[in-house]
């Protein structure tokens, strides 16, 4: 019997507050509007970004269903919609792109002005598509994939290989993409150079993999869990290093690696002002470039000497790695189809979507690099 335009009630992860475990419930999930594209998702990823909002430091709107690493299969559209149809494989796209915008219709840049970053929460109409117990939920950057049932504007949509296994490509949805495109996109990583990556979960991990792709000579992984060592290694670093086996700050320890000159490309990946800090002071102080990948915790400031900056160096921060959503997605599908390059060691664990709170303790005591969800 079609669904189609009815309410879908179904399970999902709600967020009611922050601090605390998610509560699965049953939601309803109203038929989609005009533009819109309901979606059931069949894969999640459990990404250090929706952490962030259930610690607080990303501040987002409460009651919220999270969730924003995923691919599914498109069970219904609204009126209008002609990107995808029912039964395409879709990922859903946290940054859209409009194709409109200022952003969109350069060349430069990714960041469609329609992007969610600030919370507003909403659909871009400003009402929400879920309701649990007669309240209305928050929709997290567009997206909402702790769901089996989610609805996301067109341009937060994307269509994919029909082949494509989606409990791996849906890394493709944020960490894989956004790590790697740190390197290969933002910072446009030259071969033969020298390069550290600060925190290496998922995205970090990606970045690296992307210093490796883009054929840079050195690869110095950073983190204060020397258990994420042996993968770095496996993926492309050629030194791990502790911050927590020095006495002295690690950007001195990092120029005492280099000779003296820094690292050509640093990455913060982690999310913390004081490694964003740390990573800059890392690179050479006058073609060095920094990239900022780690979301910054909401209203913190930075102190920073300006003869860092001063001497030359780049600092840039990076969002879903660079990419125009839309354009670059199914092409990374294809890439990953095409084997240039892999995603299974990120994910060390599998688990049913109703252990969505194991996978979130899994990520916060350091144990997990990717946990998939799946329906
Ligand atoms: P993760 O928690 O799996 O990895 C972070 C790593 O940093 C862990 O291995 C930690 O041990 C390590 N770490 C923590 N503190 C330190 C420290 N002081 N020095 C060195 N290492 C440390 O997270 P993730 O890989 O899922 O995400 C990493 C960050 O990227 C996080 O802030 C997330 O919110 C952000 C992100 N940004 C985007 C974007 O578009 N820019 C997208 C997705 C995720
Ligand atoms: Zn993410
Ligand atoms: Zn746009």
Request: net charge neutral.
């Amino acid at each position: 019997m079609s669904t189609a335009g009815k309410v879908i009630k179904c399970k999902a992860a709600i967020a009611w507050e922050i601090k605390k475990p998610l509560s699965l419930e049953q939601i309803e999930v109203a038929p989609p509007k005009a533009h819109e594209v309901r979606i059931k998702i069949l894969a999640t990823g459990i990404c250090r970004s929706d952490d962030h909002v259930i610690s607080g430091a990303f501040a987002m709107p409460m009651p919220i269903l999270l969730g924003h690493e995923a691919a599914g299969v498109v069970e219904s559209v609204g009126e209008g919609v002609t990107c995808v149809k029912p039964g395409d494989k879709v990922i859903p796209l946290f940054l859209p792109q409009c194709g409109k915008c200022k952003i969109c219709r350069s060349t430069r840049g990714n960041l469609c002005s329609e992007n969610d970053l600030c919370g507003k929460g909403l659909m871009p109409d400003g009402t929400s598509r879920f309701t649990c117990k007669g309240k209305a939920l928050h929709n997290f950057l567009g997206t909402s994939t702790f769901t089996e049932y989610t609805v996301v504007h067109e341009t937060s949509v994307v269509k994919i290989d029909a082949a494509a296994p989606l409990e791996k490509v849906c890394l493709i949805g944020c960490g894989f993409s956004t790590g790697y495109g740190a390197a290969v996109e933002t910072a446009k990583v030259e071969p033969g150079s020298t390069c550290a990556v600060f925190g290496l979960g998922g995205v970090g991990l990606s970045t690296v993999m992307g210093c490796k792709a883009a054929g840079a000579s050195r690869i110095i992984a950073v983190d204060i869990n020397k258990s994420k060592f042996p993968l770095a290694k496996q993926l492309g670093a050629t030194e791990c290093v502790n911050p927590l086996d020095f006495q002295k700050p690690i950007n001195e320890v990092l120029f005492d690696l280099t000779s003296g000159e820094g690292v050509d490309y640093s990455f913060e990946v982690i999310g913390r002002t004081e490694t964003m800090t740390s990573a800059l002071a890392s690179c050479n102080n006058n073609i060095g470039t920094s990239v900022i990948v780690g979301v910054p915790p909401s209203a913190s400031q930075m102190n920073v000497d300006p003869m860092l900056l001063f001497t030359g160096r780049t600092w840039k921060g990076s969002v879903f790695g660079g990419w125009k959503s839309k354009d670059s997605v199914p092409k990374l599908v294809s890439d990953f189809m095409g084997k240039k390059f892999i995603l299974d060691p990120l994910i060390t664990h599998t688990l049913p979507f109703d252990q969505i709170n194991e996978g979130f303790e899994l990520l916060q005591s350091g144990k997990s690099i990717r946990t998939v969800l799946t329906f």
